[in-house]
């Protein structure tokens, strides 16, 4: 056995038993951050905070749900809304919370693209955040399900009705997932399995991916630079504080995620308490039915542009169903992002406003993107549907066509200016 | 070199039981995700069409499904392919689910269509595919006739002489 002295504090002990003291070094205060990143960089620490407040609000919330089709939207909104003492804060925070959760994470992916920050050694960063993502929204739309209202009920039936556009297999699939010939009880308790226990360990084991994919690559910075992390933090141990390019993660760094995270639970606490209703359709507070279509379904706001993809073809091209084309881009659109490292095939790393074509491809992208969300949202007829279509065609050939012609060229001018 | 060579042998038997015991447990596990036995013996339904008006309209349900059922008049459209004939009678029969992604269109008894709210599908009187990004025509569930009676969830030779057609 190892030979073990006598400790004189706590600290002491337990850094014989657990090497604390190297723990705090590694995880915290030798931890290097460059210097030069801006309030973009917090997203992380605010995704951090919202996860925890999701998973709180949720624990309180599944003491009173019933996961039975014939109690579940009375066990939300009569026993948590109106019975619970603080029943309508837990609802309120988690709804809200579901909802600006995909804010801050599609601004967090978008700063990753903006700075590059998916290249060059940080490519597992990207991907594995790109699976968080993939996880969350599949944790969304299973949390979407559980109230047992119409929208959950109609989400429910087109989302599980998709898999039956897989060959072959497809209508049996259908049936195995809803447990039943149409979305019915069983449907609703393995959802909400997958809701409260499943997806959230998936969750929690590919954020520690993340953030361990993080720390031997380090952080990115708003110019792209290459810091040579361990000559910097010799600058900064030696007393070099100004002259070197980096900071620790705690306590110097932190402070500033703190701030950025201060003011946005102001925010938070802002929609829950005043503006708690737009992560709240009406049509869900109108008990499920399988036998009546809302007039008009759409999903939540983060999943419209993708929806939008879906449904963007409205006419057959040839003998290809507009269904299948549809369906084929909705599948393209969901993991091209996760192709984002190989799509850009310029070696720069350095902000879009430094990349000349790539700053206008960018924010081609977003504007496209909102587009999408928008037109997501409203009925696909006449107009609507063109409009739909062509934004389809530009998110699809933006990202399959014209990123990686831009970077290419990109990176033969790189490649002939060195 | 014998050594060795008993070594893979041991390493291959053992992964032998795993794969056997990871392919059963999947097996089990796909099974439990299986629709329960008494959700497979849901039970049929009946459905009596004599009281039905020409032109009328109605929806019943079955495994939880809608089931369109419309008697045509003589303005509506035929198809012979696709509508069910009960003596004289001219019927369409039709699962209600859009084979889109599975909404219910509306009857618009004006136009003669079904329109589905979600992504604007729309299927005629015989619940063919007119617009939008429905696929193929409304499903016809299994069905035979007793008389002038419906029963949904059984294959009678009426339903077979239909699916065999369309």
Same mark, same amino acid.
């Given at each position: 056995m190892a030979h073990f002295e006598k400790a004189n504090s706590v600290g002491e002990w337990l850094d014989q038993r657990l090497a604390v003291n190297k723990l705090m070094k590694v995880m915290m205060?030798? %931890?290097?951050?460059?210097?030069?990143i801006n309030f973009l960089w917090a997203m992380g620490v605010v995704l951090m905070t919202m996860f925890t407040v999701l998973l709180i609000s949720g624990i309180f919330l599944l003491m009173y749900y019933k996961p039975d089709t014939k109690l579940a939207f009375d066990s939300v909104n009569y026993t948590i809304?109106?019975?619970? %003492?603080?029943?309508?804060?837990?609802?309120?925070?988690?709804?809200?919370a579901a909802s600006v959760v995909f804010l801050v994470i599609y601004i967090h992916m978008f700063t990753a693209i903006y700075y590059g920050s998916y290249k060059r050694g940080r490519e597992m960063i990207w991907i594995s955040g790109m699976l968080l993502f993939v996880t969350f929204s599949a944790e969304a739309f299973s949390g979407y399900m559980l109230p047992w209202g119409q929208m959950s009920y109609w989400a429910a039936q087109v989302i599980t009705n998709l898999f039956g556009g897989i060959?072959?297999?497809?209508?049996?699939?259908?049936?195995?997932?809803?447990?039943?010939f149409y979305v019915a009880d069983s449907t609703l308790t393995r959802f909400f399995m997958l809701h409260v226990l499943l997806l959230p360990l998936v969750i929690m084991g590919i954020i520690g991916l993340h953030f361990y994919s993080l720390r031997i690559p380090h952080v990115n910075n708003q110019e792209g630079e290459e810091i040579d992390f361990?000559?910097?933090?010799?600058? %900064?141990?030696?007393g070099q504080k100004k002259e070197s390019k980096v900071i620790p993660f705690w306590p110097v760094f932190l402070s500033k995620d703190l701030f950025v995270m201060g003011v946005f639970m102001i925010f938070y606490f802002y929609l829950v308490f005043y503006h708690y209703n737009f992560a709240m359709d009406p049509i869900n507070f109108d008990p499920a039915n399988p036998m009546k279509t809302p007039a008009h379904i759409y999903p939540e706001w983060y999943f419209l542009w993708s929806y939008e993809v879906l449904r963007g073809f409205f006419f057959d091209v040839g003998p290809i169903a507009a269904m299948d084309i549809g369906l084929a881009a909705f599948g393209i659109a969901n993991v091209i992002f996760f192709l984002m490292p190989v799509l850009d095939r310029s070696p720069v790393v350095?902000?879009?406003?430094?990349?000349?074509?790539?700053?206008?491809?960018?924010?081609?992208?977003?504007?496209?993107?909102?587009v999408l969300t928008i037109w997501g949202k409203l009925p696909p007829t006449g107009i609507n549907a063109w409009i739909g279509f062509f934004a389809t065609i530009v998110f699809l050939v933006s990202l399959l066509v014209a990123l990686p012609a831009i970077t290419k060229k990109e990176a033969e001018r790189a490649g002939g200016a060195a | 070199m014998a050594d060795q060579g008993r070594r893979d042998f041991i390493g291959m038997v053992f992964g032998g039981v795993a794969a056997v015991g990871g392919v059963a447990s999947l097996y089990a596990m796909k099974r439990t995700?299986?629709?329960?036995?008494? /959700?497979?013996?849901?039970g049929f339904t009946t459905v009596d069409l004599s009281p039905m008006k020409e032109g009328e309209f109605r929806t019943v349900q079955w495994r939880g499904k809608p089931i369109f059922i419309l008697k045509k008049s003589k303005e509506m459209k035929k198809c012979?392919?696709? =509508?069910?004939? &009960?003596?004289?009678? =001219?019927?369409?029969?039709?699962?209600?689910?859009?084979?889109?992604?599975?909404?219910?269109?509306?009857?618009?008894? =004006?136009?003669?269509?079904?329109?589905?709210?979600?992504?604007?599908?729309?299927?005629?009187?015989?619940? /063919?595919n007119t617009f939008g990004p429905p696929p193929r025509?409304? =499903?016809?569930?299994?069905?035979?006739?007793?008389?002038?009676?419906? &029963?949904?969830?059984?294959?009678g030779p009426e339903y077979k002489k239909l699916v065999g057609k369309a």
């Amino acid at each position: 056995m190892a030979h073990f002295e006598k400790a004189n504090s706590v600290g002491e002990w337990l850094d014989q038993r657990l090497a604390v003291n190297k723990l705090m070094k590694v995880m915290m205060t030798e %931890y290097w951050i460059p210097k030069n990143i801006n309030f973009l960089w917090a997203m992380g620490v605010v995704l951090m905070t919202m996860f925890t407040v999701l998973l709180i609000s949720g624990i309180f919330l599944l003491m009173y749900y019933k996961p039975d089709t014939k109690l579940a939207f009375d066990s939300v909104n009569y026993t948590i809304m109106q019975e619970v %003492y603080f029943g309508w804060l837990w609802r309120h925070m988690h709804a809200v919370a579901a909802s600006v959760v995909f804010l801050v994470i599609y601004i967090h992916m978008f700063t990753a693209i903006y700075y590059g920050s998916y290249k060059r050694g940080r490519e597992m960063i990207w991907i594995s955040g790109m699976l968080l993502f993939v996880t969350f929204s599949a944790e969304a739309f299973s949390g979407y399900m559980l109230p047992w209202g119409q929208m959950s009920y109609w989400a429910a039936q087109v989302i599980t009705n998709l898999f039956g556009g897989i060959p072959f297999i497809g209508d049996e699939l259908v049936i195995w997932i809803r447990g039943n010939f149409y979305v019915a009880d069983s449907t609703l308790t393995r959802f909400f399995m997958l809701h409260v226990l499943l997806l959230p360990l998936v969750i929690m084991g590919i954020i520690g991916l993340h953030f361990y994919s993080l720390r031997i690559p380090h952080v990115n910075n708003q110019e792209g630079e290459e810091i040579d992390f361990d000559a910097e933090a010799e600058k %900064y141990k030696a007393g070099q504080k100004k002259e070197s390019k980096v900071i620790p993660f705690w306590p110097v760094f932190l402070s500033k995620d703190l701030f950025v995270m201060g003011v946005f639970m102001i925010f938070y606490f802002y929609l829950v308490f005043y503006h708690y209703n737009f992560a709240m359709d009406p049509i869900n507070f109108d008990p499920a039915n399988p036998m009546k279509t809302p007039a008009h379904i759409y999903p939540e706001w983060y999943f419209l542009w993708s929806y939008e993809v879906l449904r963007g073809f409205f006419f057959d091209v040839g003998p290809i169903a507009a269904m299948d084309i549809g369906l084929a881009a909705f599948g393209i659109a969901n993991v091209i992002f996760f192709l984002m490292p190989v799509l850009d095939r310029s070696p720069v790393v350095k902000p879009a406003h430094k990349r000349g074509p790539f700053f206008i491809w960018f924010w081609i992208l977003v504007v496209d993107m909102i587009v999408l969300t928008i037109w997501g949202k409203l009925p696909p007829t006449g107009i609507n549907a063109w409009i739909g279509f062509f934004a389809t065609i530009v998110f699809l050939v933006s990202l399959l066509v014209a990123l990686p012609a831009i970077t290419k060229k990109e990176a033969e001018r790189a490649g002939g200016a060195a | 070199m014998a050594d060795q060579g008993r070594r893979d042998f041991i390493g291959m038997v053992f992964g032998g039981v795993a794969a056997v015991g990871g392919v059963a447990s999947l097996y089990a596990m796909k099974r439990t995700w299986d629709p329960l036995p008494s /959700v497979m013996a849901a039970g049929f339904t009946t459905v009596d069409l004599s009281p039905m008006k020409e032109g009328e309209f109605r929806t019943v349900q079955w495994r939880g499904k809608p089931i369109f059922i419309l008697k045509k008049s003589k303005e509506m459209k035929k198809c012979d392919d696709r =509508d069910l004939m &009960v003596g004289n009678e =001219d019927y369409l029969i039709a699962i209600g689910l859009c084979t889109h992604l599975g909404c219910i269109p509306a009857w618009e008894a =004006d136009k003669q269509i079904f329109k589905c709210a979600c992504h604007g599908g729309e299927f005629d009187a015989c619940g /063919v595919n007119t617009f939008g990004p429905p696929p193929r025509p409304l =499903d016809i569930p299994p069905f035979k006739i007793e008389g002038t009676k419906l &029963v949904l969830g059984e294959e009678g030779p009426e339903y077979k002489k239909l699916v065999g057609k369309a």
